[in-house]
């Protein structure tokens, strides 16, 4: 019986496109809109998370009354920096290169409608992707593994036939939980020693730099 075939899963916000601070930014607004606000070095070690564990942590006690209203307003502003958003550098020649290496690619993300609509529109990168995974389609958000999960179900591979690919300490987290390894990039801000610290087996700068050192990568062994 041959062995399943390898994948490769991928985050979206802070790993394939650059859209972490705008997002921080959108949240800092958000959350002066309703008359509570928050410090941005305080939103940006949460972004990543779920929304609603997010509201959790900034919004402690008062999430019930205004996390609601932080989250709508939210989405409003990000999506009037929508046209911001752009993929980093990379990103469509790392796609093709696991393509080539009989890597089954998923974008791995939870992003809501509306988001994965601008995250998609910025990568123009539909054709490249085997599976995109949706905010439908899991049940908590990272740090909790369903991600991980679901992604590895679309892939149709079991977690050691897989690595995934994130910019924060709660893909690492997700990933440890999931039994799947993680390599780090620091395009979300993370340094890497916190990402290492969190888990992950490998940190590179950007999609570039791992693109670069492929082969020599925890997806080269797995290619391999």
């Not at 439908?136 to 999960?149: F, I, N, Q, R, Y």
């Not at 940190?203 to 797995?222: F, K, M, Q």
Request: proline share 4%.
């Amino acid at each position: 019986m041959t062995s399943p075939s390898g994948a490769v899963l991928l985050d979206a916000d802070g790993t394939l496109v650059d859209s972490t601070y705008l997002h921080v930014s959108a949240w800092s607004q958000a959350f002066a809109r309703v008359g509570h606000p928050v410090d941005s070095w305080r939103i940006h070690r949460c972004i990543g998370m779920g929304s609603d564990k997010l509201l959790a942590e900034l919004l402690g006690d008062r999430a019930d009354d205004v996390g609601g209203p932080a989250k709508d307003a939210h989405s409003e502003i990000y999506d009037g920096m929508s046209d911001r958003i752009r993929r980093f550098a990379g990103v469509h020649e790392l796609l093709r290169a696991l393509r080539e290496r009989g890597l089954t690619v998923v974008l791995s993300t939870s992003a809501p409608p509306d988001e994965l609509a601008h995250i998609r529109r910025a990568l123009d990168a539909d054709d490249l992707f085997d599976a995109i995974t949706a905010d439908e389609d899991v049940e908590s958000a990272k740090p909790d593994p369903d991600l991980v999960g679901t992604a590895l179900k679309k892939a149709g591979v079991p977690a050691d036939r897989a690595v995934f690919v994130g910019d924060a300490v709660w893909d690492v987290e997700a990933c440890r939980r999931a039994g799947v390894p993680c390599l780090g990039v620091r395009t979300g801000g993370i340094d890497s020693a916190e990402l290492r610290d969190a888990g992950a087996v490998e940190v590179y700068r950007d999609v570039s730099d791992l693109l670069d050192r492929l082969d020599d990568s925890a997806i080269g062994r797995l290619a391999s």
